[in-house]
């Protein structure tokens, strides 16, 4: 594979300047260590698209005064209106590098990204994320070990994946446009639209690999380190499962068989999570009561993605800013 020569890093924000006034200068660093590592490119860019209409984050990105820094306004509501910005924006470059506004890039991220798309002949590479809880970690988050799985413990670098999100990903750009993929509009206020669209990218051969040592830590503040929203998060991103699941089908049939088979599985949750959620309270054993809970929401989310039911997370009537 031909080294990339020029290379963006993007994010999307939305009302988050003091998390993005921190990150850019990160990112910075991120680049010049990149920019100055041995067979590594030497052009760099950082696209922020801003998604809110009163351009909140502009002070933010245009205060540190660097040439590199790109600041675009996108004031269509929705997740997949600012990513899709960001693949416009990047029109001229060869890889965009996605991560979101609230993490934090351990140290040689970009160069451990870079490294893998390169001797693994990817389209696309994919990194864990370590959750970072602010106040420390509420109990039942933890006894459910919902943020667990985004640390991909045991997975080797090189493994291929089926689909990856969007929060610590390299996107070959060439192979993005010869393939004219975009984030789905349909999916712009639910989420979901980084699975389809990786999805869709390995569906027509292309190769996501993971790497384990391209580390971002995760803030988690106060509001979402809690039962109540992580439950309407996992019957939110169950039901949004499905949903891209039956986007990527590509017959009426194979999608009855998809419906089919996930009512099976959403009612099987329901079953399960609901006899590990009683056994749990009734043991006093909080990881099994948190972890059937989690079960059974997932599996009233599956079951509602059945029906084409699914939660706007990403609404702006929802979204309050992080402080």
């Not at 600041?71 to 997949?80: D, K, L, M, T, V």
């Not at 580390?215 to 998060?233: C, G, K, Q, W």
């Amino acid at each position: 594979m031909r080294a990339p020569q020029n290379v963006v890093v993007g994010m999307a924000t939305f009302r988050r300047p003091e998390l993005l006034a921190a990150l850019l200068p990160k990112i910075l660093e991120q680049i010049e260590h990149a920019a100055s590592t041995v067979g590594m490119p030497t052009q760099y860019r950082v696209v922020v698209v801003d998604n809110d209409p009163a351009e909140s984050a502009r002070d933010a990105a245009e205060s540190i005064g660097d040439s590199r820094i790109r600041y675009a306004p996108e004031p269509r509501p929705g997740i997949s209106s600012a990513r899709n910005r960001l693949l416009d924006e990047t029109h001229d470059a060869d890889v965009l590098v996605l991560l979101d506004d609230d993490e934090t890039p351990h140290t040689g991220w970009l160069v451990h990204m870079l490294s893998t798309y390169l001797e693994h002949d990817a389209d696309a590479v994919s990194g864990p994320v370590h959750a970072v809880f602010e106040g420390g970690e509420d109990p039942w988050v933890a006894a459910g070990e919902y943020y667990l799985g985004q640390r991909r413990e045991g997975m080797t670098t090189g493994t291929v994946l089926r689909r990856a999100a969007t929060n610590n990903l390299l996107l070959d750009m060439n192979r993005v446009r010869a393939l004219e993929l975009r984030f789905d509009e349909r999916f712009g206020l639910t989420g979901g639209e980084d699975s389809l669209f990786t999805g869709q990218l390995a569906a027509a051969g292309g190769r996501i690999v993971f790497c384990a040592e391209a580390v971002v830590d995760d803030l988690v503040p106060r509001d979402r380190n809690t039962r109540s929203f992580n439950l309407a998060r996992r019957r939110a991103q169950a039901a949004t499962h499905v949903r891209v699941e039956q986007n990527l089908a590509t017959s009426r049939n194979d999608r009855a068989a998809n419906a089919a088979r996930w009512a099976v599985i959403g009612s099987g949750q329901l079953v399960k999570g609901s006899v590990l959620a009683v056994a749990g309270r009734i043991t006093g054993n909080l990881r099994r009561r948190a972890q059937g809970e989690s079960r059974f929401a997932s599996g009233l989310g599956v079951l509602g993605g059945c029906v084409g039911v699914v939660s706007a997370p990403y609404a702006r009537t929802r979204l309050s800013p992080r402080r």
